[in-house]
């Protein structure tokens, strides 16, 4: 056995090793990190050097093709003044300055306030309302997503469903497990669009059955969604992007005092930011709290 240079794809590294064997065939398989790529004893010298290298590219090039389906693992950007539409229901982020050493979020009649704790960086800020944006999303939307799964579940397959978790996750959009009985459902999902997000869902749903991706596995899937391909082809090529939002670009402060009247639109933020600055604290009774 030989071992070759490493190669990084999207930062991450693959041991390669080259063997040797009494196989008809070359081959190239991916376990743990490591490639290994298998040459038969008859080929030998240059053409052994090709083979391997053609098996490598190809090898190197599905796994980049394979990176770019992922959901994209750094965090989602939620911001002050952000209104979200997710399954129908709308989310509206407020961020306040508050004198308190933790930050809280409040949710009530759809708009998530978030005191921020004093003395942040940016950087924390940002972090901070992320986190309980999320969460109280999460807290909000999981019966109507738990519904949604058992609604799949009646009409399809009539299996014994357990639990539905909604987890930041940045490998997989799905996963279940029998041992717990739970289905684990990507966060960023919320962000697509239902008949994409049902897609998930009744993959999940099928490994209820079989964990595996075996010929019955995809018989049960696409005889429960015959469309299932197509569904899933949106999300490979648009799901890296789904939940990344991009903040717009803040009207400079004296521009947006004299622009009042011509640009109502831009002012909105502007205008919201005053509001939260000012907002008294009467929005205490009610609604879920969660700190950080
Ligand atoms: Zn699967």
Same mark, same amino acid.
Do not use: C
């Given at each position: 056995?030989?071992?070759?240079?490493?190669?990084?794809?999207?930062?991450?590294?693959?041991?390669? =090793?080259?063997?040797?064997?009494?196989?008809?065939?070359?081959?190239?398989?991916?376990?743990?990190?490591?490639?290994?790529?298998?040459?038969?004893?008859?080929?030998?010298?240059?053409?052994?050097?090709?083979?391997?290298?053609?098996?490598?590219?190809?090898?190197?090039?599905?796994?980049?093709?394979?990176?770019?389906? /992922?959901?994209?693992?750094?965090?989602? @950007?939620?911001?002050?003044?952000?209104?979200?539409?997710?399954?129908?229901?709308?989310?509206?982020?407020?961020?306040? /300055?508050?004198?308190?050493?933790?930050?809280?979020?409040?949710?009530?009649?759809?708009?998530?306030?978030?005191?921020?704790?004093?003395?942040?960086?940016?950087?924390?800020? /940002?972090?901070?309302?992320?986190?309980?944006?999320?969460?109280?999303?999460?807290?909000?939307? +999981?019966?109507?997503?738990?519904?949604?799964?058992?609604?799949?579940? =009646?009409?399809?397959?009539?299996?014994?469903?357990?639990?539905?978790?909604?987890?930041?996750?940045?490998?997989?959009?799905?996963?279940?497990?029998?041992?717990? @009985?739970?289905?684990?459902?990507?966060?960023?999902?919320?962000?697509?669009?239902?008949?994409?997000?049902?897609?998930?869902?009744?993959?999940? +749903?099928?490994?209820?059955?079989?964990?595996?991706?075996?010929?019955?596995?995809?018989?049960?899937?696409?005889?429960?969604?015959?469309?299932?391909? /197509?569904?899933?082809?949106?999300?490979?090529?648009?799901?890296?992007?789904?939940?990344?939002?991009?903040?717009?670009?803040?009207?400079?402060?004296? =521009?947006?005092?004299?622009?009042?009247?011509?640009?109502?639109?831009?002012?909105?933020?502007?205008?919201?930011?005053?509001?939260?600055?000012?907002?008294?604290?009467?929005?205490?009774?009610?609604?879920?709290?969660?700190?950080?």
């Amino acid at each position: 056995m030989a071992i070759e240079e490493p190669v990084f794809i999207s930062g991450k590294e693959y041991r390669i =090793e080259r063997i040797r064997g009494f196989s008809a065939y070359a081959t190239a398989k991916l376990h743990d990190g490591t490639i290994t790529i298998k040459i038969p004893i008859y080929i030998s010298g240059e053409r052994a050097a090709k083979v391997f290298q053609s098996l490598k590219r190809r090898m190197v090039r599905s796994l980049e093709r394979a990176k770019e389906y /992922e959901p994209k693992p750094e965090y989602l @950007n939620f911001y002050d003044g952000q209104v979200l539409q997710i399954m129908g229901r709308v989310f509206a982020i407020k961020t306040v /300055e508050s004198a308190n050493q933790n930050s809280q979020a409040r949710f009530k009649d759809g708009t998530i306030t978030i005191r921020l704790a004093s003395g942040l960086a940016v950087k924390e800020r /940002e972090r901070h309302t992320y986190v309980l944006s999320s969460r109280t999303i999460v807290k909000n939307i +999981l019966p109507d997503v738990t519904a949604r799964a058992n609604q799949l579940n =009646e009409s399809h397959f009539h299996f014994g469903l357990g639990r539905i978790r909604l987890k930041e996750q940045s490998s997989r959009w799905g996963s279940y497990s029998k041992r717990t @009985n739970i289905i684990n459902l990507n966060f960023r999902l919320l962000f697509a669009p239902p008949e994409v997000f049902d897609s998930v869902i009744i993959h999940e +749903l099928a490994h209820i059955k079989h964990q595996n991706h075996s010929k019955r596995f995809w018989k049960l899937v696409l005889g429960a969604m015959p469309d299932y391909k /197509e569904r899933r082809k949106w999300l490979r090529k648009n799901g890296n992007l789904l939940g990344v939002f991009q903040k717009p670009d803040p009207v400079p402060q004296n =521009e947006a005092l004299s622009a009042t009247a011509i640009q109502e639109g831009e002012q909105m933020l502007q205008v919201a930011d005053i509001v939260n600055a000012q907002e008294p604290k009467q929005q205490n009774q009610g609604g879920a709290r969660q700190g950080i």
